[in-house]
């Protein structure tokens, strides 16, 4: 069974970048029809998909965060990455990767598809 574990520093200072690594099993992140997303949670607010790469590398990314959101994978190491530039408080969330077999920029639920377990990234001096 594909499983997918996010792994990072769960503190990280204002304007620095947040970065990252869902690392994956039971799968090949290069798997034709899956897409590979960030998903993140604020506290107190829902889901927002932030971005995705796609089993041939190709990457998508939210309007309101492409301009500081990265998204990189390591074949060799079935994993893929993702960079926040420039964080601030708001920033503060539960960070998610997850598989999905269509590429979804809206209406994320934690029933469907596969998901990481998350994990808190707090953004804070």
């Known amino acids: 069974q594909v499983q997918l574990q996010e792994s990072g520093p769960g503190l990280v200072r204002p304007s620095q970048t947040l970065s990252l690594t869902c690392a994956v099993s039971?799968?090949?992140?290069?798997?034709?029809?899956?897409?590979w997303n960030w998903i993140r949670q604020p506290p107190g607010k829902g889901l927002e998909w932030m971005g995705a790469i796609a089993s041939s590398g190709s990457t998508y990314y939210s309007p309101s965060l492409k301009s500081r959101t990265s998204i990189s994978r390591d074949t060799s190491k079935n994993q893929f990455t993702l960079q926040l530039r420039s964080v601030t408080p708001k920033d503060t969330a539960v960070y998610y990767c997850a598989r999905s077999n269509t590429l979804k920029t809206a209406g994320w639920v934690r029933e469907n598809d596969t998901w990481g377990q998350g994990t808190q990234v707090t953004v804070s001096s």
């Open positions: 039971g799968d090949s992140i290069t798997t034709y029809y899956y897409y």
